[in-house]
Structures are given as C-alpha cells and as structure tokens.
C-alpha cells in the first residue's frame, strides 16, 4: 500500500466537500487499522463525512476497504443458494428466530452472523443465549457442515470479518459520528458482503424506536445500501418496515424466544408472522427460488423441525423450559378506550432497564427479564385490565422501568386509531 | 465543575448546528483538561465547530473557559501602562524586534509573551535566539523587574497561560482543524487575555504566506478576535496587512536581526518602518499615549537605546556579531524588466528548507541560515543580476529550496506595476 498520503491532507479533503479517491479511502483504512491514523485523526474525519457527505462511489470504495480490511467467507461449495437478512433494529426485532429456519425448510441455506445488543435494542445473539446449552461461537467449518446439513445457522460473527469496522464503529459511538448514512451503510454492508451470502434482504426500521427516526433518512439507508450490495454483485433488497410501537408482545431475551417458537407452531402475534412471511418471501426471490410459498412451511411445521435442529446443533435444548423472571408487575389501564399508541423507544428502554439488555458491551443482560405487552395500538381496553407485564431478577429496577415508561401509551375515548402499515415500502435496485 | 453533562451529547449538540450553553463551554474545556473529555471526541467536536460555526456569545464562553483552565498575569503594579502585539504569522515578519523597545521608548509597557515558529512562518524567540547569549525564559517575577525597569519584554510564554490552549492547538494540528475562525481567535485572545495586557494590537496577515488567504476571512478573523478582547475589557484594535509578498528584505533569524537594528538604527526597509510606525501609534493610542510621536524616537535613538537594555538583561551582547551562515549561493534575475511579483509562502517555504524553520516543534533552526532578497515588487531589475540570496549550514539544502522557488516571481517587460497598499484595513471595536 502506498504511504504516499497524508491523513490531515484526506480530512482536510473531505473537511472542504472533494471527494475522496479509491486510493485515498484504501490507505486511510488500511492506514487506522494498522494504527498509523489515530482514532482522533479518524474521528475529526467522521464527523466531517457526516457533516458534508460521501457520494455512492466513494461509500463503495469504503465499503471494499472494509472487506479487504479482513477475511471473505464462501460459500459457493454448498448445494444451495445462500439468503440473509439483515435489520437495522427494533424493539421486539425476534424476526431472525423463526425467518432463518422458515427460509431454510424452503429450500435456501441461511448464514446468519448475528451480534449482541447494545442499548434498547435487543441482540438476536443475547434472545438465543437464553436457551439452555445454545452456543453462539462456530468455527467457520462447522458453520459450514451445518449449513450443509441443516440448511440455517445463526452465530456469531468472528473476529475476522471486517476489523476495522470493528475498531471504527467503538470510535464513532463515543465520537457523536454514529449517525452518518454512508458510515452506517458501509459498516452492515461491509460484514454482509464478506460473509459471503449471494442475495441479501435489508429490514430497514423506522420510527420512535429504530435508529432511523423518519422514512426520508431511512429511504436514504436503504437506497445506499442496496446500491453496496448490487455494486458488490449481491442480489439485494430492502424493507421500510415500522417502528413506532413494538414488534409482536414481547421484548426480552427468553420472552422473545417463546414468541418465536409460537410463530413456528403456527400462532404468534400477526405483525411477527406476517414480517416473517414478507421477508423469508424476498429473500427465497433474492436466491433464485419463486415456487415455494413459506407460509405453507410455516402451517406444515417444516419450518420448526429446522428451528429443532438448528437449535440442537449448536448444543441448545429446544424442549428445555426457557428461563422466568424472579419478579414481575402489572402495568394495568387507566381508562376505557382504543389503544393508539405505545412507544417502541420507551418499552424497549424499559426492558433494557430492567435487564434485557446493556449500557456497555461487557455487561451482562438476564434471560428473563423485558416487557411483556397485553394489547397494541388499535385494541380496545378496558380501565383496570393489565396493559403491560414488566420482567426482572431485580426488583430494584422496576422504578426506573416506570420512568421510562411515563407517557408512553395514549388510550382515546374518541376517533378511531388509524393503524400505520407495517410495510411502508420496498426498495430494489431495478 | 457539575459532572452533568456528556461529551457525545455536546458534540451531537454542535453537529446539529445548536448553541452550545455557557455551562456546557465551560464544562467541555474543564473536562478536556482534566481528560474525562478524550482527544478523539475534542477532535470530532472541533471538526464540527469548524464546518457549523460557533456564535460570538460561544466564542466568548470557550475563550473565558481556555483562560479558566490556567494562571492569569496582573500588571497593575507597573507604573505605566500595557500594549501588546500579536501577529498572525508571516515571512520576514521581524515587527515584534524593532516595536517593543520603540513602543517601551514612548513611555508604554510591552510585555510579549512570544513563541517558536512551525513551518513557513518564523519565530520571534528563534530570532532572538541568534543573539550571542540571549535567553528566551524568565519568572514571571523578572519579567515585571525588566517591564518597569526598561519598559519592554520579549520571553516565552509560560506553560501556566491557557495550558488547555496548548492541548488543543497540537490535537487541531494533527486533526485538520487548525482553519476553524472560533478556534483561532480563542486561542490568541486566550493566552493575550490571561497575560493582562492593558491594550492590544493584531496585526491580522492576509496573502499566500499568511494563515488567511483572502481579506474576507481575515477581516472575520480581526472581527471576533477584536470582539473578543473588547468582551473582556482589552482595548484591541487589528490591522489586515499584505502578506503576498515577505516583509522587509530578509527571511531568517540572525539575517532579520540584522534588519531589525537597522531599522533601530534609523535606517532598514521601507515596509517595515512603515508597518513599525503604525503598530507602535495604534498601541500608544489603545494604552492612552496620543503626545508622543514614536517616529522621532525611532530617528533621534531612543528606542535603539531600549533594545540594547532589553537584549543585555536577557543575558545577550547586543554589539556581538551575529551568526552568519557556512554556504550562501544567489540566484540572479532572467531578464530586464520590473519585478512584479514575488511571494511570500514561497520565500518562506525555501527558508525553512535551509535550516531557518523547523518541520516538528522538536526540531533545531539554524541561526544563520534564510533568505535575502535584493529587490522588491516595483523594483526595476537587469538581466544577470542578483534576485535572492540563500544561506544554509547544510549546502544540501539548497536543491530543495531552489524547487520550492519554482515560479516564485515574476519580471514583467511591459504593464507597470501597481503596488498593494501594505495596510489594507483597520478594524477596531467602535
């Protein structure tokens, strides 16, 4: 790699809007990754990409300098097309429970590197860890005998992919540069690409309790990103999905699993079936395969029997009970009415505080604990009747789970609630 | 220093274009000092002070807060009153030598608190440096000594004036956010404000070897930095002069001393009696002095008489021979004609390449070494005769500053030369 650059000369570049080359951006990340930019060198140059942009070029060549960054896993060996999912982040976001092996009983291999939780939005990794003896690290030659056998694989992501998104994501989260569209569209966009997966299928969230508080900003997300991935000869396709209230009933690690395994046996909340059903159907698209119908997968219970095995094969018991709460509390209604709101942001604030999830990433989270919820948006309640089941093992967090939680619903005597589509819109590279 | 405040939601706060509190201000270079606020996050706040801007009730607060962060000066006791000059930096800027014994010889106190040169730029105390014996530090208690007794002082700043300032200015360096109005304009006004100078005078430089390459930024910059002082009751006047071309005809350390005794000697370059004269007025006037005529005490030997005083109570011989350079070699002009041009960041860059600059603060200068110049634009010249001059101690330098001449200047043969008004403009606080 040429060191014939300068990292003041790159920010001040970018500082007064040029753009960047496909050198400049190579050695500015092959350069942080050996240390030879400093992270306050790195974190005025976030923040100057935040402020004034980076055009799909220059966001493709700093999606491949990630890659090049680490390993590229392949997959081309296995006997079937390869599809995966990604999402931005919800709040009661268990999707990637029941979708892996709903997309897998239809036919198409999903490698699912998933990660932890961090904040209000809850980690599939952290959900799956709730279930007895399940183990999230597989090398990747066993993720590959799995995927062969069994056909989904959901785990956690090594090392090896994309490091310096690794060391540049930690800065930006202490660097008020988080919320750079080209920085998040490089940073997902660089682990799906070199994890190897031939079609990909984005759940871009909107609303109160998703990263991306309106559908412009998301629109924008979106449209980057399938541009990365088809760029990158990815067949990819992205969902503009809500995020205003939460997903399905439950927010929590062992809640959301037992939501998921009721969406396998063919019940579950509506909202989580029919994302589940939306997504596994664009993903078997994206793979090349359009004569299955993944709701019949799910009704038969194909797709359980590889949730079992999936589940099994990483060591997990999917018979075990599932981990409960020491302590719970009623959350009850105040009036009678329609239900019209019920934040997302609040209740998953709520189940980070009373465990579910971390402030930091060596914290620990418990099992049992979240939010459960007993109506959504649209139902009609009753004054008295439980509206809301918080979850601990510590008591002492109930009160600050009652903070968050202030003003977070609205019950209305009169007009009628409108409800907001869960699928707000589908973005594609044609 | 309330603890309640977080350094990611005052950078989001910055990078959204709001107004930054006074308590934050005062909190944010609290907590950089005390290092609760890392470099990377002062580094991606800076960026976003650069590119959103900062308002002059914020660049006030920061100010005040750099000031807060170290000791201040008291010079209340001298029995006459305090006038300080600040240069924003230029090539063959020698003014400070020949206008502190001026000024001191008209009955006002200068105490400037001066620093090393980086890059192009030289520095006083590297100049003074060349004198046999003369040493750049002193108490702060012998400092006051030498202000009453001689009336002028020329020394190191100390590291108790604004040592947040200090912090800052190397991170800025190293972060591509040296260019950033507020930011320059706290960090002068900072270290003058602390020092407690009574009236003060900027010598705002604008042109290709100044930091502002155009008036409009300059006149911005003399703007806040005179608002600034004004806010903190310094009586401050600036004046935006021409640094397209270097100032007298010298570009070195022991070569501008010599300039500058021949201006105390009554004698010198025009230019830079012109802009002695001027400063020195504006800093009589701003301390309350409107009697005395500072060009009589440049003619009749006063202010050479101060000099001499100021140089032997810093331990220098002012009748020793100064330092002259091992290698010279002239450069001589191309053809007939009127010099047009001649430019200064060029001059300044081929004089820091012979030894007169340093690339790192730890680097050593050369006392002998520069660049002497035997026209000036406006000046008619014949072929074959000498242009510049280049002395260095290391002969190997000279290729180097023969490069960065490259097109430096310009002989025309026909069009006459309309000369730039060396004072461009004056801005003071009514």
Redesign the interface.
């Given at each position: 790699m040429s060191e014939n650059f300068d990292?003041?000369d790159i920010?001040?570049a970018k500082?007064d809007r040029h753009e960047l080359s496909g050198e400049q951006i190579a050695w500015t990340i092959d350069a942080y990754t050996r240390g030879v930019i400093?992270?306050?060198?790195?974190?005025?140059?976030?923040?100057?990409i935040?402020?004034?942009g980076m055009d799909r070029r220059e966001i493709s060549d700093w999606t491949a300098a990630m890659i090049a960054s680490g390993e590229r896993m392949d997959f081309s060996a296995l006997s079937r097309p390869t599809a995966d999912k990604h999402s931005t982040g919800g709040v009661g976001d268990k999707i990637t429970l029941p979708l892996a092996p709903l997309v897998a009983a239809c036919g198409v291999a999903v490698p699912q590197l998933s990660g932890r939780g961090l904040g209000h939005t809850g980690g599939t990794l952290d959900k799956l860890e709730a279930i007895p003896g399940w183990q999230a690290d597989l090398s990747n030659q066993d993720m590959l005998t799995q995927l062969e056998a069994i056909g989904a694989v959901i785990c956690a992501a090594g090392a090896g992919l994309a490091p310096a998104d690794k060391r540049l994501y930690a800065?930006r989260d202490?660097?008020?540069?988080v919320e750079a569209i080209p920085l998040i569209a490089s940073s997902i966009m660089s682990k799906k690409i070199a994890e190897g997966t031939g079609a990909l299928v984005l759940d871009v969230k909107v609303g109160s309790g998703a990263f991306m508080k309106d559908a412009a900003q998301a629109g924008e997300l979106a449209r980057t990103m399938v541009g990365l991935g088809t760029d990158a000869g990815v067949r990819t396709v992205a969902l503009l999905t809500d995020m205003s209230t939460p997903l399905g009933l439950t927010a929590g690690n062992a809640l959301e699993v037992r939501e998921s395994v009721e969406v396998l046996a063919g019940g579950g909340p509506a909202d989580v079936v029919e994302l589940t059903v939306a997504l596994a159907r664009e993903m078997l698209v994206a793979a090349g395969v359009d004569d299955v119908d993944p709701a019949d997968a799910l009704a038969d219970g194909r797709a359980m029997d590889v949730w079992r095995a999936m589940i099994s094969a990483q060591g997990g018991d999917p018979e075990a009970a599932l981990p409960v709460a020491q302590e719970t509390q009623q959350i009850t209604a105040g009036a009678d009415g329609v239900l019209t709101r019920l934040d997302a942001l609040q209740v998953g604030v709520a189940a980070w505080r009373l465990g579910a999830g971390r402030a930091r990433k060596e914290d620990l989270v418990q099992a049992g604990a979240g939010v459960e919820l007993h109506a959504k948006p649209g139902d009609t309640v009753t004054a008295g009747q439980p509206l809301l089941t918080l979850h601990t093992d510590t008591p002492e967090r109930f009160s600050r789970a009652h903070e968050a939680l202030d003003g977070a619903w609205e019950i209305s005597t009169a007009g009628a609630h409108v409800p907001t589509p869960l699928i707000m819109d589908r973005v594609s590279a044609d």
């Open positions: 990292a003041v920010i001040r500082r400093a992270d306050e060198q790195m974190a005025a140059l976030a923040m100057a935040l402020l004034n800065l202490v660097t008020g540069t």
